[in-house]
């Protein structure tokens, strides 16, 4: 079960836009992250480099946790509001809710809920 200050940290880390560091930091070597109803991505060196790429193609980028968060033992639920301002000039506003599995003070598994229309850019 993560203690609530490292659930903080976590939160602080990708508030800042590391969300590459944080992946480094807090996730298992063998973590897996799922968008959807898409087939999980495993290993947290892959994570880390899928978060590098993405940004990338970003030009700014405001990540904000909607408070609460919810723990109950090692599952931890958050709510996320992203604005990608991307390179090529448009911008996409995301709100997502995580579903997150610890093990201890480590994220082993992580699942996106969000509706993909969200993705649908508008120009600048």
């Known amino acids: 079960m993560p ?8 939160i602080a880390m990708v508030e800042s836009n590391e969300h590459d560091k944080a992946i480094e930091k807090f996730y ?27 940004l990338l193609k970003v030009k700014s980028l405001v990540s904000k946790c909607v408070r609460p968060y919810f723990i109950n033992g090692d599952q931890v639920v958050i709510q996320w509001y992203f604005r990608f301002e991307w390179k090529n000039g448009t911008i996409s ?12 003070e480590l994220i082993k598994s992580e ?14």
Not at 94 to 100: A, G, M
Not at 113 to 121: A, E, G, I, R
């Open 3 to 10: 203690k609530i200050e490292t659930i903080e940290q976590f």
């Open 28 to 54: 298992t070597v063998d973590a897996s992250m799922q968008e959807n109803q898409a087939e999980p991505r495993t290993g947290r060196d892959l994570l880390v480099a899928n978060e590098k790429e993405t």
């Open 93 to 104: 506003e995301i709100e997502e809710i995580t579903r997150q599995n610890w093990d201890g």
């Open 111 to 124: 699942k996106f809920f969000y509706d993909p229309k969200q993705f649908t850019s508008i120009s600048v």
